[in-house]
């Protein structure tokens, strides 16, 4: 089985708090959990493997291709939702899409389309009136839209009602059966990882600890 993501000897330092040599690989075809409490390190880590922090030493492979010199043909192929969701507030679902979307070589406008009627979210309400499971379902339509084969995901499930975090749950399950060759997410929620995850990567105080 090939690895669609290695990180090896991953290091970054905020003040007091330090990621200490992160090591770790996903392997094709598995939904995997990133575990850890408040404060590990979880969003650090994603941050620093998708390149949105600086001052990062390591080695970081998405689908055996160095991150450095290849960003956007990775970027590409990698479907991000990040908690805090960066869109303009004042912009309509449609109008956020048509600039996500320009930035994406396979933008897809029928995935598109059919997950926003699936997540039935209106594409002429504006962003600031979303609810915060509207507004996941959002960044994930916008995810998925473009043929990612990574999805990764910070805290998808954190303060969704258990209605909403099983339907994501099974949106992932979905993913990976339609071709999906891996998700990546990270949460402190075990039970949703009993329900779909195939393996766990859990981070303490900055390390990985299994
Ligand atoms: P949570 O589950 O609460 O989201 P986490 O595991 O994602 O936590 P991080 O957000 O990675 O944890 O934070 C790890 C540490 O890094 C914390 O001590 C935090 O204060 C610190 N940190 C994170 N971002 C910054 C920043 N931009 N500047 C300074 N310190 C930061």
Known sequence: MDNILEVSGLNKRYGDFALKDISFYLPDGCITGFVGINGAGKTTTLRSILGLTNMVSGNIKFFGMDM??????????????????????????SEMKNVI??????????????????????????????SKGMRMKYALALALS??????????????????????????LKDYM???????????HITSDLDKIADMLIMIDGGEIVF
């Not at 029928?110 to 600031?128: A, G, R, T």
């Not at 059966?177 to 949460?187: A, E, I, M, Q, R």
Request: hydrophobic share 35%; aromatic share 10%.
């Open 68 to 93: 450095d010199g290849n960003e956007s043909k990775i970027k590409d192929r990698i479907g991000i939702v990040l908690d805090e969701g960066c869109f303009y507030d004042e912009l309509t679902l």
């Open 101 to 130: 979307a320009s930035a994406y070589k396979n933008w897809c406008e029928q995935d598109f389309i059919d997950y926003m009627e699936q997540f039935s979210l209106n594409p002429k309400q504006k962003i600031n009136t979303l």
């Open 177 to 187: 059966g339609k071709g999906g060759k891996g998700v990546f997410f990270s949460t």
């Open 146 to 171: 473009h043929k990612a084969e990574l999805l990764i995901m910070d805290e998808p499930t954190s303060g969704l009602d258990p209605l909403v975090r099983s339907q994501l749950l099974n949106i």
